[in-house]
């Protein structure tokens, strides 16, 4: 029989085109977000990181931008390469636990 | 650079067997982590731990427990295992109380269940 299984955000682009990837939150309540980048059979790395007192961070190729008005952060990339992709996480932190977003696949084109 | 290690990187186990899954960290971390990855569902907290001998329940705490009797090991157990539980298993560590630090994963256990 058929089976219907989840499926994650697909995004695909050209090589050297710039990526974006989105992530929305709920809860106001974290002042904290994290972005990382979980390659095939490997744990999640860390790639950038944002405080909710700021609206944007740079990091080599990549940029955070959060907008807390409407609860939204985006991870652009800039120059994608072939190692760029893999699945891509927010996570926001409440406490000491970490919330995490379901991932969005990036996926490079040569 | 910062390391998390998970003892196994794959692992077939039958039902009803006890599960033993390992975590060292070498950071002095005070939190300590575990979650399953699952298609579609994301990373879910099962257990975490902010010191020795601390636990505390994540969201899916059931049909596990956890072991932290040093500050850089904290184990995870699965008391009865289940054909359910064959999952991707993370474990993470992250300073305590300091807000603008990442976690910091391993990179898992493929845990199979027969």
């Known amino acids: 029989g058929e089976s219907v299984g989840l499926h994650l955000p697909t995004l695909s682009v050209q090589e050297g085109d710039n990526s974006i990837i989105n992530c929305a939150y709920s809860n106001s309540a974290s002042d904290y977000f994290i972005w990382y980048k979980q390659e095939s059979g490997k744990g999640p790395q860390f790639i950038i990181d944002i405080r909710s007192n700021m609206d944007k961070r740079q990091g080599q190729r990549v940029t955070v931008l959060l907008n807390k008005t409407v609860k939204h952060l985006s991870l652009q990339i800039a120059a994608t390469q072939p190692g760029d992709s893999a699945v891509y996480f927010c996570?926001?932190?409440?406490?000491?636990?970490?919330?995490f977003g379901a991932g969005t696949i990036l996926r490079v084109k040569s | 650079d910062v390391k998390v290690t998970q003892s196994s990187r794959y692992l077939v186990k039958r039902t009803g067997e006890k599960v033993f899954l390992e975590c060292v960290q070498d950071?002095?971390?005070?939190?300590m982590f575990w979650y399953r990855q699952d298609p579609g569902l994301g990373l879910r907290l099962i257990y975490f731990?902010?010191?020795?001998?601390?636990?505390e329940k994540g969201d899916i705490p059931e049909g596990y427990s956890v072991s932290r009797e040093k500050k850089e090991r904290f184990s995870l157990i699965l008391e009865s295992a289940s054909t359910n539980q064959t999952s991707m298993y993370l474990c993470a560590s992250g300073p305590y109380r300091v807000s603008n630090q990442p976690q910091h994963f391993g990179d898992g256990t493929r845990l199979s269940i027969l």
């Open positions: 996570a926001g932190l409440y406490g000491n636990k970490l919330v």
């Open positions: 950071m002095d971390h005070e939190n």
């Open positions: 731990s902010y010191d020795v001998k601390m636990k």
